[in-house]
C-alpha cells in the first residue's frame, strides 16, 4: 500500500471488522468499487508477497472466451462427465463477501479419468468470465477437489431472462444471513436442477484461482451460450444483502489454448 491513507483507513478497517460474524471479516482484498472488504484492489494483490502468483503467474483467471478462436475439441465427450445428487448445504457468505453454499463432497466431475468431488458452490456478480467480450449479470463457481488435492472449477455464465429455478431453491433466504445469523443450514440442495452436465458447450482451459492467493493448476469448464437465466429480481435480491461488485478483470491468455468440446444436439434456443 503506497499511500500512508489508506493504509490507516485499512486498519482501521481491519480493526473495526474484528468482532463481527464471518459476514464482515476481511478477507484483506477488495475489489473495485467495493468498499465493503477493504484491502488492495485487484492490481495490487500480487505486492503481497504471499500473493505474487496474482501478478507474476502466466495461467491465470477469468479470461475472455472468444468463441472463434477457440480449438475445436472433436473426440470429447459431448457434456461435462457430472455426478450430483441432492446434498445438505451450508448457505453463509465468506470472509471475502462471497456468497457460498458448502457441500459434503458428494458430487463428482470426471475429467480424464480423473475424479474430482464437489466442495462447493458460490457466486460472482457480475461474472468474471466474458464470452465474445460480454459480461454476464451472475456467474456461479462448482468448486471440486481431487483426492490429491487439484482443483477443478465449473463456471457458469447465468444471462438476464427467466427465473432461476435452482437458486429460488435458497435465494429467499440471503437477507437472513446477518452477523448474528452467520449461516442457514439448507437440507436440499440439488446441484442437477441447472442441468450443469447437459449444457451443450463448454470452454476447458488451465487457470486459476480468481481470488488471492490466485494458485494456478485450476481446470476450468466455462459453460457457453445463454440458456441459464437469472431473473431481475433475483439479481435485485442480491444487490439488497450484497451491492459491491466482486469481478476479477480478465487476465491475459498468453499462450494458453482455450479448447471446446463439439456438440452433435439439437439447437438451443435462439437467445431473443
Ligand atoms: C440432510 O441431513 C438430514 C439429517 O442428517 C438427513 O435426514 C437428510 O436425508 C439429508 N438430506 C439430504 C438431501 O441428504
Ligand atoms: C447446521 O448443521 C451443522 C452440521 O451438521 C450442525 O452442527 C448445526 O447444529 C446445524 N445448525 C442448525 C441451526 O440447525
Ligand atoms: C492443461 O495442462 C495440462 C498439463 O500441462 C495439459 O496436458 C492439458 O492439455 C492442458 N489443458 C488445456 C485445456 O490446454
Ligand atoms: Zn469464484
Known amino acids: 500500500m503506497s499511500n500512508p491513507l489508506e ?4 486498519t482501521l478497517c481491519l480493526l473495526a471488522s474484528t468482532g463481527f460474524g464471518s459476514g ?53 465427450i459431448f457434456g461435462l462427465d457430472t455426478s450430483y445428487f441432492p446434498e445438505n448445504g451450508s448457505f453463509f457468505i465468506n470472509s471475502a463477501n462471497i456468497i457460498q453454499v458448502k ?26 468470465h466474458t464470452i465474445d467480450g460480454v459480461r454476464f449479470p451472475l456467474e456461479m463457481h462448482l468448486v471440486h477437489k481431487s483426492e490429491t488435492g487439484e482443483l477443478a472449477v465449473i463456471g457458469i455464465p447465468f444471462a438476464y431472462g427467466e427465473k432461476n429455478e435452482f437458486l429460488a431453491t435458497f ?30 458447450a463448454y470452454a476447458r482451459y488451465n487457470g486459476s484461482l480468481t481470488t488471492p492467493p490466485c494458485t494456478e493448476g485450476v481446470t476450468w469448464s466455462v459453460i457457453l451460450g445463454e440458456a441459464n437465466t437469472v431473473s431481475k429480481k433475483q439479481v435485485e435480491t442480491y444487490n439488497k444483502r450484497l451491492p459491491y461488485p466482486n469481478a476479477r478483470p480478465s487476465q491475459p491468455l498468453n499462450d494458453r489454448e482455450v479448447k471446446r468440446n463439439v456438440f452433435h444436439g439439437p439447437r438451443r434456443k435462439p437467445h431473443v
Open 24 to 76: 464482515a471479516d476481511s478477507a484483506g482484498f477488495s475489489y473495485y468499487g467495493n468498499p465493503a472488504t477493504m484491502g488492495p484492489t485487484p492490481d495490487k494483490w500480487g505486492d503481497n508477497p504471499l500473493w505474487r502468483t496474482c501478478a507474476v503467474g502466466r495461467e491465470q483467471s477469468p479470461i475472455d472466451v472468444d468463441t472463434k478462436t477457440v480449438t475445436l475439441v472433436i473426440n470429447d
Open 103 to 128: 457441500l459434503n463432497g458428494e458430487g463428482r466431475l470426471k475429467i480424464q479419468e480423473k475424479t474430482y468431488f464437489l466442495q462447493q458452490f458460490h457466486f460472482h456478480a457480475p461474472s468474471e
Open 171 to 200: 435465494w429467499d433466504k440471503l437477507p437472513l444471513l446477518t452477523d448474528s445469523n452467520p449461516s442457514i443450514n439448507l437440507t436440499y440442495v440439488d446441484v442437477r436442477e441447472p442441468n450443469v452436465h447437459l449444457r451443450p
Open 7 to 10: 493504509f490507516i483507513l485499512a
